[in-house]
């Protein structure tokens, strides 16, 4: 099994409710993350505001943040490799990096993955 | 004093900037060490004098008080206590990552939520540790936790995520996981503030209807949340003796009487004391035994002011913002310091200069738009309820992220939806609509965001901003906080008293400002005894009192200021704003 990690930027509160406005992004993605453990993906996530370490530790994120800085988050590691940046992954992404069936493990969702379908 | 009699061990003051918590906490305690108890004195105030007035250095720990038998105390920085938790954070990653990222990380906890929350981890340990204060009869605090950090602490949803698995999870109280208490000791500290055999609240207020509305609340709050022990005291009455010959005395006196007469009747059913106004400084132990109890007869009378220096006034301030033609000025400061009332005089001048003027404001008492709407041509004036913004913002939030939650997290977003960054948020996303008219003509606001939530904003704003810029190369993004930063466009006006509280807390939201590149246009002191003509030994001695305070705003603080007198009227209505204004066309 893979292991994916996700690394946020900082945010105040992982709701976004202290940004301008709450980030969509974010309910879906904390939605697709939640379905993606649920079938026994090994995922983890990290906020910049509240793990700085884990980014100062890991040499593939350190490297990233020097070149493209904060903004460029947030950034997914596959086994140690970055897999995306720049956005959320959707649900496909994560079956693929998980190999989870996403067809068998809920056949009716399997045309729409998540909320933004349809 | 009702509020010293069979008083619990724990007493708490509470009340915004300048009403006199800390003053009247340190003769609380020492007028019960006095009485043979033994006392610690546990100040958070920021401008803390307790060291001051006991003629020792104190600092936090706790240190004995030689001049008064039976009596401790402590002082705690909250923002050091803050800065600490910083520290903790950003401490090992500094030099690891970049700078601005770190810098970035910074700003997220440098927020008046951490600020209180560390403040309160500091508190916890003098109310729970039996130990540390076990040989104390009364421990009195000048400042007391909000309902907002108490109801966080409480809700068992925020202790399942960050603060006991580590992991992250939605709350404000997720940048505080470095809180390095148990949950035990938190809940033991919540326990205690709510057990009314121990604990007693004490609200402390000025006698003026802003303040009373604004203590109304707090007691409801907090009285929802347990702390149902609670006292009101009234503090610096003008007493009616003193009002005989001084016109405005004798307005200040009417204004206090009917502030009280007409006071929230939640206030009005609890236990009350007045404090009188007295004619000598609160300063030196002499001074604070006679605060409570006898009439400080003996004491010498502090001197009389000589003529004050010839200050600015606001019209000098407005000349030089009608030259611009337009753009965007803002007034900042505390509640209660008379924002709106400026904001208004300075809209009114404008708009009797032919210039047009939006005048924008948050008063929730609406009186504005009622006596200006449609009084000057060139002026227009909308209202922003705060209430109703947050509320629909609450709304908006708790349907589309709140859908999917389950019950605790839903508690935990609803309580993280009352703090107060919410509430400024809310408001300044509906003031940012109007921000844009800036360009053609004047737009004067009576509020606007702290630097940190302007900080915070842009930096969620920032991936917004690069996909536009992706999107339609070339194309002009603005941002409100890069529209403030630039002060051709923007005047930040930062409103204040002469007072020390008042003076030091607006000097650090001017330092919150710079943090965000905002550098401040000038400052206000309102409501300056010493600018009006005051004939009373005790207003003159406020006046006097007032000159240390205005000279450091000139000398330390602004780069232009102006003065703006106590009015003998409410400055209501046109001619009165004029009048506020000062200047004679």
New interface residues.
Partial sequence: MSSIQIF?????????????????QL?DV??EIAWAQQSGAAIE?????????A???NPVV?AF??RS???GLPLVLVDGEIALTGRYPNRNELARWAALDTATDKPEAACCSGSRCC | MNFLQQAPRFLFFTGKGGVGKTSVACASAVHLADSGSKVLLVSTDPASNVGQVFGLDIGNRIAAVPAVSGLSALEIDPQAAAQAYRDRIVGPVKGLLPDNVVKGIEEQLSGACTTEIAAFDQFTGLLTDAELVAGYDHIVFDTAPTGHTIRLLQLPGAWSGFLEAGKGDASCLGPLAGLDKQRAQYKAAVDALADSTRTRLILVARAQQSTLREVARTHRELAEIGLRNQYLLINAILPAEQVADDPLAMAIHQREQTALANMPDVLAALPRDTVMLRPFNMVGLAALRHLLTGDGAGLAPAAQPCRPDAHPGLAELVEEIAQAGHGLIMLMGKGGVGKTTLAAAIAVDLARRGLPVHLTTSDPAAHLQETLAGALEQLTVSRIDPAEATERYRQQVLATKGARLDAQGRALLEEDLRSPCTEEIAVFQAFSRIIREAGRQFVVMDTAPTGHTLLLLDATGAYHREVARQMQPGIHYLTPMMQLQDSRQTKVLIATVAETTPVLEAANLQQDLRRAGIEPWAWIINNSISAAHATSPLLRQRASNELVEIAAVAKRHAPRYAVVPLLQDEPVGIARLQQLVGSDH
Avoid: H, I, T, Y
Wanted: charged share 20%; hydrophobic share 40%; with cysteine.
């Fill in positions: 946020d930027p900082s945010l105040c509160c992982s709701s976004g409710v202290c940004g301008v406005d709450v980030d969509q309910v904390a939605a996530r990290f906020n910049l505001a509240q793990q700085p370490l980014f100062a530790e350190k943040l020097e800085g904060a903004e």
